[in-house]
């Protein structure tokens, strides 16, 4: 067993999970927070933790804290430097930032932990819900290699695929590309599945052919039934695709790039988002698509 405390700041879907894994492996998870605090309050009685009430009580309580936080406001929120904040009584501790945020903000909350004597990494997140209480995350992290080697016990137990990217910034451009890509898929299946429909194809055989064709996709394998069956279930939301869609897009148009793919899936799952199903999973896009639905 480590000795190191571990606290969780953002108990969600994801950070719950993971604090329920490590308690799992033996660690020592001794304190949580988040902004609904009936979710921290429940957790906290479920894994023998305490539920903080503010920021500085989280730090206080840990050597090593996850975030795992919904944007870049909510992360510049928790290391404000005014107020309540986890870089009260932060010297010496380390911060892994999981939350999907823009490059730029990471460089930005390890400048302000700099500034108090914490380090931070990293520890961006490609997997979902199931694998965050398995411990088979992929994760990429960025920051200081030295950093990287002191969390990598811990890391190693919430993760079957561990990277280290490089720098500060660069693990939050590579996850950015992946969900650029992902959910450029997302869309080309919906449409796809969608036109097939319209089509009068039976959606079992054209899911079959996909699957042995140029057509196949992981997201084929993930999505392709539920966008068929309306299975919506939520893993990974439609608002957190349009999100990240955006942090990608404006990734491209910041290196003076024409990316059209990225910006049409944006629109798309903006456009699920005005729709008010933006709560629904990514699969959801193919509401947009089929013929009938909510399009």
């Given at each position: 067993m480590s000795s190191e405390r571990i606290a969780f700041v953002g108990v969600g879907r994801m950070g719950a999970n993971m604090a329920r894994?490590?308690?799992?492996?033996?660690?020592?998870?001794?304190?949580?927070?988040?902004?609904?605090?009936?979710?921290?309050?429940?957790?906290?009685?479920?894994?023998?933790?305490?539920?903080?009430?503010t920021?500085?009580?989280?730090?206080?309580?840990?050597d090593v804290i996850f975030t795992v936080v919904t944007d870049d406001a909510a992360q510049l929120g928790v290391f404000a430097e005014k107020g309540d904040s986890l870089l009260l009584g932060a010297a010496g501790k380390i911060f892994v930032n999981c939350a999907t945020l823009t490059p730029a903000t990471h460089v930005e909350v390890e400048r302000r932990a700099q500034s108090v004597g914490a380090v931070t990494l990293e520890g961006c997140m490609a997997s979902s819900i199931p694998q965050a209480r398995a411990g088979t995350l992929y994760l990429m992290c960025g920051g200081d290699a030295a950093t990287f080697a002191r969390v990598k016990p811990i890391l190693e137990k919430l993760s079957s695929a561990l990277r280290h990217i490089g720098g500060t910034g660069q693990a939050a451009q590579v996850k950015a590309l992946v969900n650029m890509v992902m959910n450029i898929n997302t869309c080309a299946l919906a449409e796809g599945l969608g036109l097939g429909a319209a089509l009068g194809l039976n959606l079992d055989m054209l899911r079959e052919v996909f699957l042995q064709t140029g057509a196949n996709s992981q997201v084929l394998k993930t999505d392709g039934e539920d966008m068929q069956n309306r299975a919506h279930d939520c893993y990974f939301s439609g608002a957190h695709a349009a999100k990240d869609s955006t942090i990608a897009w404006v990734l491209g148009a910041q290196a003076g790039l024409n990316l059209p793919l990225a910006g049409a899936t944006k629109q798309q799952f903006d456009r699920m988002v005005a729709l008010n199903l933006g709560h629904l999973d990514k699969s959801g896009v193919a509401e947009l698509t089929f013929k009938g639905r909510h399009a």
């Open positions: 894994r490590l308690k799992d492996c033996g660690y020592a998870v001794t304190a949580v927070h988040d902004v609904h605090a009936p979710s921290a309050d429940a957790l906290a009685a479920e894994i023998g933790a305490k539920s903080a009430r920021l500085a009580e989280v730090t206080a309580a840990a």
